[in-house]
């Protein structure tokens, strides 16, 4: 009923498009992409290896493509910010059409978008790959001190701010180092808690630890979403002599006086104010305003793209699919999760385009790499039901692991940007089920 449904859908679409009155498109194409980020350059890949040159279009307005998940180890001194990025013309496939542009309005009855230039650009079929939006505003005096080279106030989220994090390391010789976690989802959710125990072990090692308190405030009810391996990172904590404290919000940053302000999340009218020496802030983010500017169709409560979870095509507009960060899917948004989703994608809209149903299912599987040290790692791998999905059955993954460690700082930098990118990585699922003898889902 669905499948017959999405027929008549895309019939009655294409005749409301040609029977109404549409501009003079500047560019056509068969898939347009939406961002240019880790899952659209992706798709982008695989869709140009199917369909050859002058078939993809993708709009994205950065000069430079950035490996985000390395970010952390650039924090901690640990690689360069060069290391993280490339140009954006050298990553997107070369049968790929890059329009160097923003976005302005999707048109989602009418099969074409508008961008900021004016350019309107129609597709037969749409990748959605925007990204999430992070607003620094939206904690007061946050962008100010960030800003500030003296605040000792930095973020990792950002290639603007996060150099800043290494240099507060370094200078960090007493008082107190707050890490925060905001009141929304983010991207790589274990990342601000990466940024507290890479810190925490810098200071050890530098003989400093008695003279620092380390502080981690995290707006959720627990320290991570898997129970499997927040028990651990609790006794991690304790260990270190970490303060944990839950369902706190940083709402305001003063980095004159050096003072954090945070809201208790259950008791809002209960404001508690720190001093600090270090504070490592991560602002809230939110899906991308145009999308439900576009069309309330095209978007959840939340304004994040509402696709089907399992097959990531959109519930209303069939000839729509969506991957990563800017999408409605009830899983953590990190790379890894944007590789598992670009192999469904992929064969989901390629049955679309030959008018069969999307029969590819996504389980949700995302992985955090949990940097506990500068040589320690734990890697947490789950699916939607935040229950572990490990690809290693040898080892006890919620341990800390050496191995771990060297995959996250060399093995995966190289395998996003020779493999994933490039269309010819899907995430572990094969490995998985060889190194498992078939027994893992």
Known sequence: MASLHKKIFTITNLGLRFASTSPNFDHSCKVLILGGGTGGCSAAAKFCYKLGKGNVIVIDPADKHYYQPLLTLIGAGVKQLEAASRPMVSVLPKKAKWIQDSVSKIHPCNNYVTTDMG?????????????????????????????????????????????????????????????????????????????????????????????????????????????????????????????????????????????????????????????????????????????????????????????????????IFPNIYGIGDCTNLPTSKTAAAAAGQVGVLYKNLSSTMSGKDSSSKYDGYTSCPLVTGFSSCILAEFDYDLQPLETFPLIDQSKEHRSMYIMKKDLMPFLYWYGMVRGHWSGPNILRKMLHLGQSK
């Not at 991570?224 to 369902?247: M, P, T, W």
């Not at 602002?283 to 959840?300: G, I, W």
């Open 119 to 315: 350019l309107n650009i129609s597709y037969e079929y749409l990748i959605v790959a925007l990204g999430i939006e992070s607003h620094f505003e939206k904690v007061k005096g946050l962008q100010e001190a960030l800003e500030n080279p003296r605040s000792g106030v930095s973020c990792n989220y950002s290639a603007n701010y996060v150099e800043k994090t290494c240099e507060n390391m370094s200078n960090l010789k007493e008082g107190n180092a707050i890490f925060t976690f905001p009141n929304t989802p983010v991207k790589c959710a274990g990342a601000p808690l990466k940024a507290c125990y890479l810190t925490e072990d810098y200071v050890r090692r530098a003989g400093r630890r008695d003279k620092v308190n380390f502080y981690y405030r995290t707006s959720l009810p627990v320290i991570f979403s898997v129970k499997h391996y927040a028990e651990k990172l609790l006794k991690l904590c304790e260990k270190r002599n970490i303060d944990v404290g839950l369902k706190q919000e940083l709402i305001e940053v003063n980095h004159v006086t050096k003072e954090a302000k945070f809201r208790q999340i259950d008791r809002p009218l209960e404001i508690e104010t720190m001093q600090y020496s270090m504070l490592h802030a991560v602002p809230p983010m939110s899906p991308p305003k145009l999308l439900a500017e576009s069309s309330k169709d095209l978007v959840d409560h939340a304004g994040y793209l509402r696709i089907n979870k399992a097959t990531l095509q959109h519930d």
